[in-house]
């Protein structure tokens, strides 16, 4: 079965500091890959996503994704963060269920980001 | 244009009963996923309903069920609850049948309790 691991379950930064975090899956077929977020008592919104061309996606609030397929890593990146990035990220990736004839969403377990003021 | 929605937010049970959680999709939306968040799992595939019809369904006990109905609206149930059930359930929507690969809109939440 696919899996996602994001290696940094908490990560704490001062404000103007560069983010990246983590995101390597286990799926040697075609991905579709996203990066969520949680801000605290807010819902899940979409930060970006990949889905084919150019490997280099951006997204919402100025972060961006690499997909690297020989890495099987789509690890997200911010140049500067500030107090208002914090939040919980979540990267996933969809695939095929071959079963079902669906594509079907796996999540990492998530990483904690705090930025200090 | 409103985002998804779910009834009630927070619920307590207890141990045994059953729970049914509702939730409306995006206007226009069609398929509806649901999720179980907990700290120790993570966010967890419970089952996906696409024009009232289960397309696809997570490891989960069949102590775990959903339905949709004609409207896109979705229930889950959960019956004979256990302590283990108490987690953050989202539902997701999307506007394409899941077998299109697309990103999905979340909900708030219903936080389950079991006591």
């Known amino acids: 079965a696919q899996s996602v691991s994001q290696h940094n379950h908490h990560v704490i930064l001062s404000e103007a500091a560069s983010l990246e975090l983590g995101c390597n899956y286990s799926y040697g077929g075609t991905v579709n890959l996203f990066w969520y977020v949680q801000y605290p008592g807010q819902h899940l919104q979409l930060l970006l996503k990949y889905f084919s061309g150019d490997p280099l996606v951006k997204g919402i609030k100025g972060f961006e994704a690499e997909f690297i397929k020989s890495k099987f890593s789509f690890n997200l990146r911010k140049p500067s963060v500030q107090w208002s990035d914090t939040a919980e990220y979540f990267c996933a990736v969809s695939t095929l269920h071959s079963g079902a004839g669906s594509y079907q969403l796996t999540f990492g377990k998530g990483t904690k980001l705090s930025v200090i003021p | 244009k409103a985002g998804v929605t779910q009834t009630p937010r927070y619920l307590i049970k207890t141990r045994g009963q059953q729970v049914t959680l509702s939730c409306s999709p995006i206007s226009g939306h069609r398929s509806v996923s649901w999720y179980q968040q907990t700290p120790g799992q993570g966010l967890q595939f419970l089952f996906e309903y696409f024009s009232e019809t289960q397309r696809n369904k997570g490891n989960f006990p069949g102590r775990f069920s959903g339905r949709q109905f004609s409207n896109s609206r979705s229930e889950m149930n959960v019956s004979t609850l256990e302590l283990g059930d108490s987690a953050l359930y989202l539902c997701?929507?999307?506007?394409?049948?899941?077998?299109?690969?697309?990103?999905?809109?979340f909900g708030p939440g219903t936080r389950l309790t079991v006591t």
């Open positions: 997701a929507s999307s506007p394409r049948d899941s077998s299109i690969p697309y990103e999905q809109y």
